[in-house]
């Protein structure tokens, strides 16, 4: 994976990987948020849409289960990601933290 950072203050906005014949956009904890033919689009992706990103409602798939639940998320970093889950992340709601390593063996599936 490739790190892609703002310019102006080197916030980390996510990442680019190639995947198969295509590059895939990915937030910071490495969920795919776009497929590309060209690396540099992805890479406008992340830049675009990256953290934005974080603020929309995600479906969570148990690929194991393949019990899908609708989540918020509450904290987001390159090695794990926390959500709330259900439509709402206010106190008290039941969360979930996911480790990157069970995302990128794809034990879990983010989509948006």
């Known amino acids: 994976m490739i790190e892609i950072r703002r310019d102006h203050d080197n916030e ?12 895939l956009a990915c937030t910071v904890f490495g ?11 992805a890479i406008d992706q992340v830049l675009a849409e990256g953290l934005s990103s974080l603020t929309d409602h995600w ?15 509450q904290e987001a970093n390159p090695t794990s990601v926390t959500v709330a889950l259900g ?7 039941p969360s979930v933290r996911i480790e990157r390593q069970a995302i990128d063996a794809g034990e879990w599936r983010f989509e948006r």
Do not use: M
């Open 59 to 73: 479906s969570l798939t148990n690929t194991a289960t393949g019990e899908t639940e609708l989540v918020r998320i």
């Open 12 to 23: 980390l906005c996510g990442f680019v990987k190639p995947s198969d014949d295509v590059w």
């Open 31 to 41: 969920a795919a948020i776009g497929r590309h033919a060209e690396q540099e689009q």
């Open 87 to 93: 439509y709402y992340s206010l106190p008290g709601v």
